[in-house]
């Protein structure tokens, strides 16, 4: 079985952004890291940010900058993005495991 030997430190820093103080609800939160029960007008930047990052646009921050406000954009993206990323991480430290 592989170790990550950073997943304590990680795994702290994803429940900081998660958990901790904000301006959106942590369940918000959550939800955009996970990639499911998004509200339907974040869905489609939360897909992007999840399967292809770089696919993401001005126009996409643009169109849901006058609702959400940059504290609350910020933190949408953010956790979608370690959100992702751990779920990378974890589908790789599988194949290795496998391999």
């Given at each position: 079985?592989?170790?990550?030997?950073?997943?304590?430190?990680?795994?702290?820093?994803?429940?900081?952004?998660?958990?901790?103080?904000?301006?959106?609800?942590?369940?918000?939160?959550?939800?955009?890291?996970?990639?499911?029960?998004?509200?339907?007008?974040?869905?489609?930047l939360v897909d992007k940010i999840h399967r292809h990052a770089y696919k993401v646009t001005d126009e996409d921050m643009a169109r849901l900058q006058a609702k959400y406000g940059d504290d609350k954009m910020f933190e949408i993206v953010v956790s979608a993005a370690l959100g992702a990323a751990r779920q990378r991480l974890v589908v790789g430290l599988a194949a290795l495991d496998a391999a």
């Open positions: 079985m592989i170790t990550d030997p950073h997943s304590v430190l990680r795994d702290q820093v994803l429940n900081q952004v998660l958990q901790g103080v904000g301006d959106t609800d942590p369940a918000l939160r959550k939800a955009v890291a996970e990639g499911s029960g998004i509200p339907a007008d974040l869905q489609e």
